[in-house]
């Protein structure tokens, strides 16, 4: 399908304004647009040759071109990168293959394995610098990084979890249809994990792992986000607007809110890379008389760090565990040997 529509919308406006106070309503207002062309090229071939097989299993992995995008445009070679949910390693792993150091937090077992899979795979690549991963939650950063990190991230970029709005895979057996498959993330019952709790305890969970970058960043670093809107009942959620809310709340400050293309930008349109769920929602609805479009975007919403460290926002006024007890859940670099300390 093509002739995608640009987001963008009043509505999203609206609800960012309401969400926000009123000193912070013209800032929003005049937020620089830009749209970033990032998907020239399909996900399978961005990610061949630079990821492992395993990756392919993620519910809700981040376009490897839009990682790519932000870090060579909010960083110099060396800088370091960090990604607080960073899932298969797409942001650690698109920092070396560009130059940066790379260090990041994933809650999940599995995808931490996968995780530093990807990130020696760049290194036998050839990337200068080594990545390093952390299990464990992200809302509790200053207990999973060393403290040797605090102060010296360019930039992070990373994205909210989509929970059950995930799509997967899907494969056609003879006589059983259509099968969904890897389109959750872990155990559902886990209420730990940010994508099995409900929408409004997702945002204060994502505010409070916002808010607790802020000390690993140095004054003026920047962070990525990046969101999709997705649909619920037929409508669509405009998580982007709430997002900046959650940025604001823990004292960022916003810059830009830019277009990450999820489809291939023609002469005269847009083509979509839709999944084939996304697809035969959009054919269904249609169908019914609603004239739905595929999405075709990604918002990516840009924020800085104040340009002076204040007292409040360091991590040295927060009591942190005994250095004994600090990685109670081992990190893994690229060498995949667990138990490393990050350089």
Known sequence: MTGAPMPHSSRSEHHARSTTDRGSEDTTRELPLSVWTTAQTSPAAQ??????????AHPAKMLPAVAA????????????????????????????????????????????????ANLALARDAGAEHKGQVYRGDARHLAALLPPEYVGQAALVVTSPPYGPSTHGQVAVAPGEGVQKYHHRYGNTLDRGNLANI???????????????????????????????????HSELIDLPSQILACGLHAGLIPVERCVALLARAAEHDLVPR??????????????????????????????????????????????????????????????????????
């Not at 990610?47 to 392919?56: F, M, P, Q």
């Not at 960083?75 to 130059?99: K, R, S, Y």
């Open 47 to 56: 990610r061949k040759g630079r990821y492992v097989d395993a990756s392919t």
């Open 69 to 116: 995008h932000a870090i060579a445009h909010y960083t110099q070679p060396g800088d370091l990168v960090l990604d607080p949910m960073c899932g298969i390693g797409t942001t650690l792993v698109e920092a070396l293959h560009l130059g940066r150091r790379a260090v990041g937090v994933e809650y999940e077992p599995h995808w931490v394995d996968v995780a530093a």
């Open 198 to 232: 409900g929408h409004h305890r997702l945002l204060a969970g994502f505010t409070r792992i916002l808010a607790g970058c802020v000390p690993f960043l140095r004054p003026g670093g920047h962070v990525a986000i990046t969101i999709r809107p997705w649909r619920e």
């Open 274 to 343: 839709g999944s084939f769920f996304q697809r035969d929602f959009i054919r269904k609805q249609r169908e019914a008389g609603l004239p739905l479009h595929l999405i075709a975007h990604e918002d990516v919403l840009v924020f800085r760090t104040p340009l002076r460290r204040t007292a409040s926002s360091g991590i040295a006024t927060r009591r942190l565990p005994d250095r004994r007890t600090r990685h109670t859940t081992n990190p893994q670099d690229d060498s995949g040997m667990p138990g490393s300390r990050a350089a």
